[in-house]
């Protein structure tokens, strides 16, 4: 059984018993325990199923790359799935849950798919569920639905917050480790900007376990000595709990840092997501040890041969009190001698070696009594739901088992593969090693920077260096590379010394035994958590996936939560062995970031909720929103679509608005209308250029309506100008267009007219402007006094300064509802109070405020167009019935030559008109208009479609503009317009002016 | 007339890492004109006499200044209720000088964000460098804050100052009071 | 994601904070043009793999427009320049020159 050790826990404060809770059960930690390590002292071996068969599974690893303990945690609004148990510090009051399985852990329905599994091999997703066809929707996709996933997903928002920090450090190191540390204190001391991210809360990675010295001091010692003296350096930040999740262009990393997840209740955000630009970067990542592929390698108990140390050395956890050691290197004996000082037991060492003569650290094991077994492998893993023994065979034979030993646990070691994610994230490139049987990076193809210059340089294990010496060598030479890459220079100093092992080279094993049958190589898993096994891999060789790329998709092999840090080198090696070619030909597949899986929350940072995203809000806003508003998004703005009373519906609302407004006096937040000033000696040329129409022979106290098209003839913004002098106007744009549209204008200034003397200015959000509409308007203008408001004093399509009830404004009569009408701008300080005194003077006059919604219908019923309504980046003015706009004396203006292209000027191209439908219903919006015949694919023709549609409580009828092929020849024609549910919308083709044609009502 | 009003009427926030406040109305005056020509550094420095700033910096002191805002553009500051006054007086100084001088006071909003923390907290939503050794008095920085522009300087050690959008102002201030929230200071200035 | 520098201002920030415009340095074909010219102006961009000569705007910043000459595949920036010319500077084309021999675009080399 597994349990907790008297001696060693590294880690732990035994002082500080720890509760949490595990599938209903409550067990006790300690703090400084994982959860992995706290289940394993509680004798608690199996952790989850697996996806595919639901096999029993514990766990294999100690760090991020652990593939099967995975585990729902939290409930409610903190629940996340997928928490790998091995990463996952315990607090008190932690809850947890394995996944995928029904009903319990112990007892799993699903595991029947194991009996299946050869009706399951690779690729059976393509193969079973293609035939009969019928199956698919009541048989094979319910089935997929309720197998996919691992977890479950929340059912509750996330309840905690998250953040980003945008930082800057001239060298970043990735990777607290040995080489991390010491390549930061050499670089450091060169006065660069170093940071360096460790992702465990613990410094010294690996070489706090597995030992050694230092200048004759134990590596413990020296990791502690170079934390505290980093820590003291000015220039040098440390951070732990942060992983370096991405390396991206031009020196852009990602960490992901982890603040609350061990301390649940405390305030403040839950991840920090660490937006880094540095000068370079440095990837100390360290490596993974590779499992080794046996019959039987994923029954609870087995585990990596360094993770056994992990537990018993920093945790004090003895997985299993007899444990078999199974290697094909000298760093599983470290386990063996580990366990030994634990006080645990080592029944053998298989070695697939034939000859471990030269390793001290093989000698070292037989010196302390330990049965080195050389040339021998794993044949078989005895037991079900946790390890009972091993059947021994020779590794060069077929699996004749030789002897059979009983133990608890089995320790494996495969080798190790170099971390080299980071490197190869933005383009680094890797070497096949082959000694060492492991991919590295390849100093002469690193990723590239802003200039050029090679931005990452790797050090230690993560640069396949995995003895103690050749690390801290590494670590200074990387530093002095770095160094020099960033403009630093660092003096000459020794490097630290450590004790050299002496080896014995690995032996690369990627199948036990070498000639293990098909019952074997099918219960020797690659990846636990995807279930893909050796016989997966070779089938799908044989069925000529030839890419890495392919065969991953076609059997899922590292497509796991994990991406394959334990498989990916062990699968496409049987891959190449398969294919009969080297592996370096085999390559790898990808590896993209994040290096482990980052939370949605940190991703999105502080956009969410109230934040999500910016919302822009009139001086009026907070009125509109005590009186009923109705919200609707413009662009970011905010604007009333209705003021909406007590009792009423959100139509009714909106027809009382228009009533209102025709009938006595409405008011309209207009202050989300762009304002553009247009100043210098050339803006009246400027002007000519933008618009369609001729704007310089405007005169100073007059308006006129103008239209804008793009390069490509099209129309993209309208609006009333106003000429304030000789040289200065006044551009009102559409709400959504006033960023656009200055940014237009400046564009053509800066790079195409940059000699012309104009200058703009976006004056949008200096005013705030109030549309006071209706017959009583001039009344309501009148008592609160202060300018002559007449028509003699202020004529339509004129502007004038004054003071209106003690507000400096300016005043625009213009009309866009086809009443009586004045566009009042005061500064935006003061427009609360000024809507409100119009409110308080307009009391007797029956004043009411209206929304967009008012507001279109009263455009639509005067045959306005709306930009983004008859418009849609296709239509030019013409379309619209606005060549009047379009100045025929100017030479040029923006749009003008794509309007003379033969398509624009197709006589057969849609244009605008009004339509009145026959039964006075209202036309679907978007519907389209059918005539007579078929096109080439057997579907009726179209000959319109609906631009603007709406209930006109002026007219009592549905109204509505649309764009018709030859629509102005077709007047009085009825057309159809197919609807939803069989019904059909007849319309009568009529002038799109439904209201006032003579303009008398606003020209009073 | 009514009393002129902020965004926010002064919203503020003090229960987090650091303090956030929005200030009083503030008097704005975009200066378009190349800002190489005598008459118009003259009149950028109208309200604080002395040298133009040069490309990224400002000068300014309590309620008057001139912020380097682009090569043809500055920012002059000066007390809300000045504005015309100052806007004539530059009028005065440009002289047939080409230029377009307009009162923007209204058209932004402005915060201050004191406290130890401070640098921290913008540096949670600028992609700009604050550590102090990089981000010193006298930078005035146009940069993104979150979705929306914005433009910080150093008012005061621990003492940044935020000008935005008027219409954003609501977002703003609620992006400062999320980045401020207790328990997240980073610890790293 | 990149990092540019912005010659108008000086500032060296993310790519965040700019927004690209398409290729550099067309030229405007108006009214009176031939339907070959326009067909170009309007619609024929280059799609090189290699060096590149595009429009940025610092739009959250000085709010001007510049161009970059960039390297499509390996994202290396040559170097920036204001919007208000016809041509890169000849140094900046010595220096492409000089990182990528025989490099050619429309009808610059």
Same mark, same amino acid.
């Given at each position: 059984m597994s349990t907790r050790l008297n001696s060693g826990g590294r880690l732990l404060d035994k002082a500080r018993p720890v509760p949490f809770s595990f599938n209903g059960n409550t067990f006790s930690g300690f703090a400084g325990d994982t959860l992995a390590s706290a289940l394993l002292a509680n004798d608690q071996l199996l952790v989850g199923r697996s996806f595919k068969y639901h096999r029993p599974r514990g766990v294999v690893a100690s760090g991020v790359e652990e593939p099967n303990g995975l585990v729902n945690m939290g409930e409610g609004a903190s629940f996340e799935p997928n928490q790998r148990i091995t990463t996952t510090e315990l607090f008190d009051g932690l809850k947890a849950e394995s996944q995928n399985h029904w009903p319990s852990l112990e007892f799993d329905v699903g595991a029947i798919n194991s009996k299946l599994a050869r009706f399951l091999p690779a690729g059976f997703y393509y193969k079973m569920f293609m035939y009969p066809r019928a199956f698919w929707k009541h048989v094979y996709e319910p089935f997929i639905r309720q197998s996919a996933g691992l977890g479950k997903a929340p059912t509750e928002t996330d309840g905690d917050s998250y953040e980003h920090f945008y930082h800057f450090c001239d060298l970043l190191i990735i990777g607290g480790g040995v080489a991390g540390l010491q390549a930061a204190r050499t670089a450091a001391k060169s006065g660069a900007r170093v940071t360096v991210l460790e992702q465990t809360a613990h410094w010294g990675g690996r070489a706090v376990v597995d030992g050694g010295a230092v200048d004759g001091q134990p590596v413990t010692e020296y990791v502690d000595g170079l934390v505290a003296e980093l820590g003291a350096m000015e220039n040098v930040t440390l951070r732990t709990r942060t992983m370096g999740a991405g390396v991206y262009d031009h020196g852009y990393v990602l960490g992901y840092e982890n603040l609350r997840d061990h301390t649940p209740d405390a305030p403040g955000p839950r991840h920090r997501l660490w937006r880094i630009r540095a000068g370079h970067v440095i990837t100390a990542t360290g490596a993974i040890e590779r499992p080794l592929s046996f019959a039987g390698n994923d029954v609870p108990g087995v585990l990596l041969a360094s993770a056994i140390r992990d537990y018993a050395v920093n945790y004090g956890v003895s997985v299993g009190k007899r444990t078999v050691v199974v290697t094909n290197n000298d760093d599983g004996y470290r386990t063996a001698l580990a366990l030994l000082e634990a006080g645990q037991s080592v029944p053998a060492i298989l070695d697939a070696r034939d000859d471990v003569e030269g390793s001290s650290l093989a000698r070292r094991a037989s010196d302390s009594g330990i049965t080195v077994i050389p040339g021998h492998a794993v044949a078989k893993v005895k037991g079900g739901k946790r390890v009972e023994g091993v059947s021994v065979c020779r590794q060069n034979g077929s699996g004749d088992v030789v002897q059979e030993i009983a133990c608890e646990a089995i320790a494996m070691s495969g080798g190790w593969s170099p971390v080299v994610h980071l490197w190869s994230h933005c383009g680094g490139k890797l070497t096949w090693d082959a000694e060492q049987a492991c991919f590295r990076p390849d100093?002469?193809?690193?990723?590239?920077?802003?200039?050029?210059?090679?931005?990452?340089?790797?050090?230690?294990?993560?640069?396949?260096?995995?003895?103690?010496?050749?690390?801290?060598?590494?670590?200074?030479?990387?530093?002095?590379?770095?160094?020099?890459?960033?403009?630093?220079?660092?003096?000459?100093?020794? $490097?630290?010394?450590?004790?050299?092992?002496?080896?014995?080279?690995?032996?690369?094993?990627?199948?036990?035994?070498?000639?293990?049958?098909?019952?074997?190589?099918?219960?020797?898993?690659?990846?636990?958590?995807?279930?893909?096994?050796?016989?997966? &891999?070779?089938?799908?060789?044989?069925?000529?996936?030839?890419?890495?790329?392919?065969?991953?998709?076609?059997?899922?092999?590292?497509?796991?939560?994990?991406?394959?840090?334990?498989?990916?080198?062990?699968?496409?090696?049987?891959?190449?062995?398969?294919?009969?070619?080297? &592996?370096?030909?085999?390559?790898?597949?990808?590896?993209?970031?994040?290096?482990?899986?980052?939370?949605?929350?940190? !991703?999105?940072?502080?956009?969410?909720?109230?934040?999500?995203?910016?919302?822009?809000?009139?001086?009026?806003?907070?009125?509109?929103?005590?009186?009923?508003?109705?919200?609707?998004?413009?662009?970011?703005?905010?604007?009333?679509?209705?003021?909406?009373?007590?009792?009423?519906?959100?139509?009714?609302?909106?027809?009382?608005?228009?009533?209102?407004?025709?009938?006595?006096?409405?008011?309209?937040?207009?202050?989300?209308?762009?304002?553009? !000033?247009?100043?210098?000696?050339?803006?009246?040329?400027?002007?000519?250029?933008?618009?369609?129409?001729?704007?310089?022979?405007?005169?100073?106290?007059?308006?006129?309506?103008?239209?804008?098209?793009?390069?490509?003839?099209?129309?993209?913004?309208?609006?009333?100008?106003?000429?304030?002098?000789?040289?200065?106007?006044?551009?009102?744009? +559409?709400?959504?267009?006033?960023?656009?549209?200055?940014?237009?204008?400046?564009?053509?200034?800066?790079?195409?007219?940059?000699?012309?003397?104009?200058?703009?200015?976006?004056?949008?959000?200096?005013?705030?402007?109030?549309?006071?509409?209706?017959?009583?308007?001039?009344?309501?203008?009148?008592?609160?006094?202060?300018?002559?408001? $007449?028509?003699?004093?202020?004529?339509?399509?004129?502007?004038?300064?004054?003071?209106?009830?003690?507000?400096?404004?300016?005043?625009?009569?213009?009309?866009?509802?086809?009443?009586?009408?004045?566009? &009042?701008?005061?500064?935006?300080?003061?427009?609360?109070?000024?809507?409100?005194?119009?409110?308080?003077?307009?009391?007797?006059?029956?004043?009411?405020?209206?929304?967009?919604?008012?507001?279109?219908?009263?455009?639509?019923?005067?045959?306005?167009?709306?930009?983004?309504?008859?418009?849609?980046?296709?239509?030019?003015?013409?379309?619209?019935?606005?060549?009047?706009?379009?100045?025929?004396?100017?030479?040029?203006?923006?749009?003008?030559?794509?309007?003379?292209?033969?398509?624009?000027?197709?006589?057969?191209?849609?244009?605008?008109?009004?339509?009145?439908?026959? $039964?006075?219903?209202? !036309?679907?919006?978007?519907?389209?208009?059918?005539?007579?015949?078929?096109?080439?694919?057997?579907?009726?023709?179209?000959?319109?479609?609906? +631009?603007?549609?709406?209930?006109?409580?002026?007219?009592?009828?549905?109204?509505?503009?649309?764009?018709?092929?030859?629509?102005?020849?077709?007047?009085?024609?009825?057309?159809?317009?197919?609807?939803?549910?069989?019904?059909?919308?007849?319309?009568? !083709?009529?002038?799109?002016?439904?209201?006032?044609?003579?303009?008398?009502?606003?020209?009073? | 007339m009514s009393d002129p009003v902020t965004a926010l009427n002064g919203a503020t926030f003090n229960a987090g890492i650091a303090s956030v406040a929005e200030v009083p109305l503030q008097g704005m005056i975009t200066l378009r004109g190349d800002l190489s020509a005598a008459a118009i550094q003259k009149a950028a420095t109208v309200t604080i006499p002395g040298d133009m700033p040069t490309a990224g910096r400002a000068r300014i002191e309590g309620e008057n200044g001139v912020a380097w805002m682009s090569p043809d553009e500055a920012l002059v500051l000066c007390p809300y209720a000045d504005v015309s006054a100052v806007l004539e007086k530059m009028q005065k100084t440009l002289g047939n000088s080409r230029a377009l001088a307009v009162d923007v006071s209204d058209a932004r909003a402005s915060f201050r964000i004191s406290g130890p923390h401070a640098r921290e907290v913008l540096a949670k939503l600028c992609p700009v460098d604050l550590s102090p050794a990089v981000f010193t008095s006298g930078m005035f920085r146009r940069t993104r804050m979150a979705q929306v522009p914005a433009a910080i300087w150093l008012s005061d050690t621990d003492c940044l100052q935020v000008i935005s959008f008027r219409s954003q102002a609501q977002y703003v201030f609620d992006l400062l009071v999320v980045a401020a929230q207790p328990g997240s200071s980073v610890d790293l200035y | 994601m990149l990092i540019l520098t912005c010659p108008v201002c000086g500032v060296t920030a993310e790519e965040t904070e700019f927004h690209g415009g398409g290729e550099a340095h067309l030229k405007r074909h108006g009214p009176g043009s031939s339907d070959e010219n326009f067909e170009e102006y309007l619609f024929m961009r280059e799609n090189p793999r290699g060096v590149h000569f595009e429009r940025w705007r610092h739009v959250y910043g000085c709010g001007k427009w510049f161009h970059a000459a960039r390297c499509t595949t390996t994202l290396e920036v040559f170097g920036t320049y204001p919007a208000q010319t016809y041509e890169p500077p000849k140094d900046l084309l010595a220096k492409i020159s000089k990182k990528r021999p025989g490099w050619a675009w429309r009808d610059l080399a």
């Amino acid at each position: 059984m597994s349990t907790r050790l008297n001696s060693g826990g590294r880690l732990l404060d035994k002082a500080r018993p720890v509760p949490f809770s595990f599938n209903g059960n409550t067990f006790s930690g300690f703090a400084g325990d994982t959860l992995a390590s706290a289940l394993l002292a509680n004798d608690q071996l199996l952790v989850g199923r697996s996806f595919k068969y639901h096999r029993p599974r514990g766990v294999v690893a100690s760090g991020v790359e652990e593939p099967n303990g995975l585990v729902n945690m939290g409930e409610g609004a903190s629940f996340e799935p997928n928490q790998r148990i091995t990463t996952t510090e315990l607090f008190d009051g932690l809850k947890a849950e394995s996944q995928n399985h029904w009903p319990s852990l112990e007892f799993d329905v699903g595991a029947i798919n194991s009996k299946l599994a050869r009706f399951l091999p690779a690729g059976f997703y393509y193969k079973m569920f293609m035939y009969p066809r019928a199956f698919w929707k009541h048989v094979y996709e319910p089935f997929i639905r309720q197998s996919a996933g691992l977890g479950k997903a929340p059912t509750e928002t996330d309840g905690d917050s998250y953040e980003h920090f945008y930082h800057f450090c001239d060298l970043l190191i990735i990777g607290g480790g040995v080489a991390g540390l010491q390549a930061a204190r050499t670089a450091a001391k060169s006065g660069a900007r170093v940071t360096v991210l460790e992702q465990t809360a613990h410094w010294g990675g690996r070489a706090v376990v597995d030992g050694g010295a230092v200048d004759g001091q134990p590596v413990t010692e020296y990791v502690d000595g170079l934390v505290a003296e980093l820590g003291a350096m000015e220039n040098v930040t440390l951070r732990t709990r942060t992983m370096g999740a991405g390396v991206y262009d031009h020196g852009y990393v990602l960490g992901y840092e982890n603040l609350r997840d061990h301390t649940p209740d405390a305030p403040g955000p839950r991840h920090r997501l660490w937006r880094i630009r540095a000068g370079h970067v440095i990837t100390a990542t360290g490596a993974i040890e590779r499992p080794l592929s046996f019959a039987g390698n994923d029954v609870p108990g087995v585990l990596l041969a360094s993770a056994i140390r992990d537990y018993a050395v920093n945790y004090g956890v003895s997985v299993g009190k007899r444990t078999v050691v199974v290697t094909n290197n000298d760093d599983g004996y470290r386990t063996a001698l580990a366990l030994l000082e634990a006080g645990q037991s080592v029944p053998a060492i298989l070695d697939a070696r034939d000859d471990v003569e030269g390793s001290s650290l093989a000698r070292r094991a037989s010196d302390s009594g330990i049965t080195v077994i050389p040339g021998h492998a794993v044949a078989k893993v005895k037991g079900g739901k946790r390890v009972e023994g091993v059947s021994v065979c020779r590794q060069n034979g077929s699996g004749d088992v030789v002897q059979e030993i009983a133990c608890e646990a089995i320790a494996m070691s495969g080798g190790w593969s170099p971390v080299v994610h980071l490197w190869s994230h933005c383009g680094g490139k890797l070497t096949w090693d082959a000694e060492q049987a492991c991919f590295r990076p390849d100093p002469e193809r690193a990723p590239t920077g802003d200039a050029g210059q090679s931005f990452v340089t790797v050090a230690g294990a993560a640069n396949g260096n995995f003895e103690l010496a050749d690390i801290l060598e590494d670590a200074d030479a990387a530093a002095r590379t770095a160094a020099k890459a960033i403009g630093h220079t660092i003096r000459k100093s020794k $490097s630290p010394k450590a004790e050299r092992e002496e080896v014995a080279p690995l032996a690369p094993v990627w199948l036990m035994p070498a000639n293990a049958g098909i019952e074997l190589r099918s219960k020797a898993w690659l990846d636990y958590q995807n279930d893909v096994k050796v016989s997966d &891999i070779q089938l799908a060789a044989q069925e000529g996936f030839e890419s890495v790329e392919h065969a991953k998709r076609y059997t899922t092999l590292g497509m796991a939560t994990d991406q394959g840090k334990l498989s990916n080198i062990n699968g496409l090696a049987i891959l190449s062995d398969a294919l009969d070619r080297p &592996i370096p030909q085999t390559g790898t597949t990808t590896f993209r970031p994040p290096y482990t899986p980052i939370s949605m929350g940190a !991703i999105g940072g502080e956009a969410r909720g109230d934040v999500f995203q910016p919302l822009r809000r009139t001086p009026m806003h907070d009125w509109h929103d005590d009186h009923g508003a109705d919200w609707e998004p413009v662009g970011h703005w905010r604007r009333p679509y209705a003021f909406v009373r007590d009792g009423e519906r959100v139509k009714d609302a909106v027809y009382r608005e228009v009533s209102n407004t025709r009938e006595n006096l409405g008011l309209l937040d207009a202050s989300t209308l762009g304002k553009l !000033i247009v100043k210098g000696p050339d803006a009246p040329k400027f002007l000519d250029m933008m618009y369609t129409n001729m704007m310089s022979t405007l005169k100073p106290g007059k308006c006129r309506y103008g239209l804008m098209c793009s390069e490509n003839g099209f129309l993209i913004d309208d609006g009333v100008v106003a000429r304030i002098d000789e040289d200065t106007f006044l551009c009102h744009t +559409t709400t959504g267009g006033a960023e656009r549209i200055h940014q237009h204008m400046e564009e053509w200034l800066q790079t195409e007219w940059w000699d012309w003397q104009v200058y703009v200015a976006n004056v949008t959000e200096q005013y705030a402007q109030v549309a006071v509409v209706g017959p009583n308007a001039r009344k309501v203008l009148e008592k609160l006094g202060g300018m002559d408001v $007449s028509k003699e004093a202020l004529g339509f399509m004129e502007w004038a300064d004054g003071e209106i009830g003690g507000f400096k404004a300016r005043v625009y009569r213009i009309s866009f509802s086809g009443e009586l009408s004045y566009e &009042i701008a005061v500064d935006a300080g003061h427009g609360l109070a000024f809507w409100e005194a119009l409110m308080d003077a307009g009391k007797e006059f029956g004043v009411m405020p209206y929304g967009t919604e008012c507001l279109h219908i009263m455009r639509a019923e005067k045959g306005f167009i709306m930009i983004g309504d008859e418009t849609d980046g296709t239509v030019i003015p013409q379309d619209l019935g606005l060549s009047w706009a379009i100045s025929k004396k100017k030479e040029d203006f923006l749009g003008k030559r794509a309007q003379e292209r033969r398509h624009m000027a197709d006589p057969k191209r849609w244009k605008l008109v009004g339509l009145e439908t026959l $039964s006075g219903a209202v !036309i679907p919006d978007g519907a389209y208009a059918i005539g007579s015949g078929k096109n080439a694919n057997g579907q009726k023709n179209v000959i319109g479609r609906v +631009t603007s549609t709406y209930y006109s409580p002026t007219l009592d009828m549905g109204i509505a503009m649309g764009l018709v092929l030859e629509g102005p020849d077709r007047m009085g024609e009825v057309i159809e317009f197919p609807g939803t549910e069989g019904a059909t919308f007849k319309a009568r !083709i009529v002038d799109p002016v439904f209201y006032d044609r003579e303009g008398e009502k606003q020209n009073v | 007339m009514s009393d002129p009003v902020t965004a926010l009427n002064g919203a503020t926030f003090n229960a987090g890492i650091a303090s956030v406040a929005e200030v009083p109305l503030q008097g704005m005056i975009t200066l378009r004109g190349d800002l190489s020509a005598a008459a118009i550094q003259k009149a950028a420095t109208v309200t604080i006499p002395g040298d133009m700033p040069t490309a990224g910096r400002a000068r300014i002191e309590g309620e008057n200044g001139v912020a380097w805002m682009s090569p043809d553009e500055a920012l002059v500051l000066c007390p809300y209720a000045d504005v015309s006054a100052v806007l004539e007086k530059m009028q005065k100084t440009l002289g047939n000088s080409r230029a377009l001088a307009v009162d923007v006071s209204d058209a932004r909003a402005s915060f201050r964000i004191s406290g130890p923390h401070a640098r921290e907290v913008l540096a949670k939503l600028c992609p700009v460098d604050l550590s102090p050794a990089v981000f010193t008095s006298g930078m005035f920085r146009r940069t993104r804050m979150a979705q929306v522009p914005a433009a910080i300087w150093l008012s005061d050690t621990d003492c940044l100052q935020v000008i935005s959008f008027r219409s954003q102002a609501q977002y703003v201030f609620d992006l400062l009071v999320v980045a401020a929230q207790p328990g997240s200071s980073v610890d790293l200035y | 994601m990149l990092i540019l520098t912005c010659p108008v201002c000086g500032v060296t920030a993310e790519e965040t904070e700019f927004h690209g415009g398409g290729e550099a340095h067309l030229k405007r074909h108006g009214p009176g043009s031939s339907d070959e010219n326009f067909e170009e102006y309007l619609f024929m961009r280059e799609n090189p793999r290699g060096v590149h000569f595009e429009r940025w705007r610092h739009v959250y910043g000085c709010g001007k427009w510049f161009h970059a000459a960039r390297c499509t595949t390996t994202l290396e920036v040559f170097g920036t320049y204001p919007a208000q010319t016809y041509e890169p500077p000849k140094d900046l084309l010595a220096k492409i020159s000089k990182k990528r021999p025989g490099w050619a675009w429309r009808d610059l080399a």
